[in-house]
Each structure stands twice: as C-alpha cells, then as structure tokens.
C-alpha cells in the first residue's frame, strides 16, 4: 500500500512526488551551449520537452494531443509568420590606410545609409600596412548593400569592402 499524502486538491502518491522531483531536475540540468537568437526558438524547446516528458512518464495521450496542437500552432506561426525576429542587419568590413581620415570618411558614409551602425572591432593588418574597421550596420529604408559598398569603395582609396548579409542567421 503505497503512502498518500492528502491535500485539499487531492491525492497525491510517493511515485508523483519522485516523478515531479526527477522532472523539475532534468529541467535544471539542460545547459544551453549556444545563444539563441530568437525567443520563439526557445518556445519550441520548452514545448518539446513537455512533451517528451508525458511521454516518458506514461501520459501517451496527453503526448500525442500536445504534439499535434503544437504542429498545427507552429504551422500557423509559420504560415502567417507570426513573432518573427525580422532585424536585417549587415557586418561591413572595411580596409583603410592606417593614416589619414579614412575611420572618419567611413563613418560619415555610414552616418548617411544607415539606420544605426557599431563598430565591433578595429584591427591592424598586412602588418600594419591597412587598418580594418568591422561594423555592424542595419541599413537605412529604401538602402541596398550595393549602396553602401560602392559608396566606401569612393571613401577608402580602393581598398577592400565586404558586407556581410544575413548576419543574424550566422555565428561570427
């Protein structure tokens, strides 16, 4: 005869309680090893150990109901692209003579097609023959990356110029 603790709501079991102690552990035990960039990601995650645990703990019907709402709720988020992360942002690489205002002609050019701009890193290169500036731009409405390229490629001696697209969808 198995121990009961009984409460206003009900009875519970020793095998509910254990059951409820192990899952809360496992939870607490999951160590994300890389960002995740969207919250809707993280959604998705949580859901699928829900279900994965009522399947392991015997509630196969309450598995399978869960799996097939959650396939029908994720089709219509992707269907009418509901809580989407729409940022577009750009890594702009730039190479420029270590004197001169070079850093300044970037910036006046990214002041005008940008919406906002970071610079991430500067670094020297070629041994010390070229200095390169790595942003993070999003561009300014109505801007292409073409835009932005050949207006540095004006300001930076013909020294090279990369933009970077899709820079949210790639780990740097």
Same mark, same amino acid.
Request: aromatic share 10%; proline share 2%.
């Given at each position: 005869?198995?121990?009961?603790?009984?409460?206003?709501?009900?009875?519970?079991?020793?095998?509910?309680? /254990?059951?409820?102690?192990?899952?809360?552990?496992?939870?607490?035990?999951?160590?994300?090893?890389?960002?995740? !960039?969207?919250?809707?990601?993280?959604?998705?995650?949580?859901? &699928?150990?829900?279900v994965g645990?009522?399947?392991?703990? =015997?509630?196969?019907?309450?598995?399978?109901?869960?799996?097939? *709402?959650?396939?029908?709720?994720? #089709?219509?988020?992707?269907?009418?692209?509901?809580? *989407?992360?729409?940022?577009?942002?750009? &890594?702009? !690489?730039?190479?420029?003579?270590?004197?001169?205002?070079? /850093?300044? =002609?970037?910036?006046?050019?990214?002041?005008?097609?940008? +919406?906002?701009?970071?610079?991430? +890193?500067?670094?020297?290169?070629?041994?010390?023959?070229?200095?390169?500036?790595?942003?993070? %731009?999003?561009?300014? !409405? @109505? !801007?292409?990356?073409?835009?932005?390229?050949?207006?540095?490629?004006?300001?930076?001696? @013909?020294?090279?110029?990369? %933009?970077?697209?899709?820079y949210d969808? #790639?780990?740097?």
């Amino acid at each position: 005869m198995p121990f009961d603790v009984q409460d206003l709501s009900g009875t519970f079991s020793v095998g509910d309680i /254990a059951a409820a102690l192990s899952l809360s552990f496992v939870l607490s035990a999951i160590i994300f090893r890389n960002a995740i !960039k969207e919250t809707r990601d993280v959604g998705f995650i949580f859901l &699928v150990m829900g279900v994965g645990m009522a399947a392991g703990t =015997r509630f196969y019907t309450l598995a399978i109901v869960a799996t097939v *709402a959650i396939c029908l709720i994720i #089709t219509v988020m992707y269907r009418f692209n509901w809580f *989407a992360l729409n940022v577009q942002r750009q &890594v702009v !690489k730039v190479q420029v003579p270590p004197d001169g205002d070079y /850093a300044e =002609r970037v910036r006046d050019v990214l002041i005008r097609l940008t +919406s906002e701009f970071e610079l991430v +890193s500067m670094e020297s290169i070629r041994g010390g023959a070229l200095t390169e500036l790595m942003y993070t %731009v999003r561009l300014a !409405k @109505g !801007k292409e990356p073409t835009d932005l390229v050949a207006a540095l490629s004006e300001r930076t001696a @013909g020294q090279r110029v990369t %933009v970077l697209t899709g820079y949210d969808q #790639t780990d740097l």
